[in-house]
């Protein structure tokens, strides 16, 4: 059978109920024959026992050939792949693997029941049997990958910190144009409320609008005007320009009174 099916003969269509489903689903594709029935369907509808009929069986009824497609395509897609899964098998080597299986195994079985009525089931067999060698391990030790999981994160970059001078700092603020009148005000306001100020206080209220540069300008006015507290340092934070946030560790510096303004 399987010969005859790798060599293009359609078993299940030459069987009846295969005759019968093959001339069905011509039927369903024959726009001529389609057409003729459903005028019939249509003429049934016009009937006098169609006025009985609710809205949804009358529309039932009309559509009967197009509801019937679908099901008759599932079944022609399930028979194709029929045909195509005992091409595959008879195709590959596992189905000589399994045949040559089948007759060992049969063979063995036979030699086994003509013995049965002749070797005692307590006889000693000389025969030493080896364990297998094949390593066995349970599914579960491995561990299954998640598609979203993105893996582990790049190590972050680490900088050694160095100390800014006053110098240092005064050049950044004069190369970048930083906002040292606006800073001043701010760092007075935020001071001016509480009575002492860091500049973690003044960031926390009023957001850098310069990002790292509005941070250079408060360490600016931090080593000119505040005091600094020795051995202590605060973590500040802000967001840069392109929306992401950023922090480091500072010296700590506190405004004790406010800053002149220039």
Not at 79 to 108: G, I, N, P
Request: aromatic residues 6%; proline residues 4%.
């Amino acid at each position: 059978m399987l010969e005859q099916l790798l060599a293009g003969d359609d078993l299940l269509g030459q069987s009846s109920v295969g005759r019968t489903f093959t001339a069905f689903f011509r039927m369903l594709n024959d726009p001529a024959q389609t057409r003729t029935a459903q005028e019939l369907v249509d003429r049934l509808l016009e009937r006098d026992f169609a006025r009985s009929l609710d809205r949804d069986e009358r529309e039932r009824l009309a559509n009967v050939f197009s509801d019937l497609y679908e099901p008759a395509q599932e079944v022609l897609d399930v028979k194709t792949e029929l045909y195509r899964s005992l091409a595959r098998f008879v195709r590959s080597q596992d189905f000589r693997q399994h045949r040559v299986l089948l007759e060992a195994l049969q063979e063995a079985q036979g030699l086994a029941l003509a013995q049965k009525d002749e070797v005692p089931t307590r006889a000693p067999f000389p025969l030493e049997l080896d364990l297998s060698r094949v390593l066995i391990s349970s599914v579960s030790q491995h561990r299954l990958k998640d598609p979203t999981d993105p893996g582990a994160p790049a190590e972050a970059e680490v900088h050694d910190a160095t100390a800014l001078g006053i110098e240092v700092l005064e050049d950044l603020v004069r190369t970048h144009d930083i906002d040292i009148v606006g800073l001043t005000g701010s760092v007075n306001q935020v001071r001016g409320r509480s009575g002492q100020a860091s500049i973690g206080d003044v960031l926390r209220e009023r957001p850098a609008d310069q990002g790292l540069a509005s941070v250079i300008g408060l360490m600016f006015l931090a080593t000119n005007h505040a005091r600094a507290r020795e051995g202590s340092t605060e973590i500040v934070s802000w967001r840069e320009l392109d929306g992401r946030d950023y922090a480091a560790r500072i010296p700590a510096f506190y405004f004790l009174e406010d800053v002149p303004v220039d």
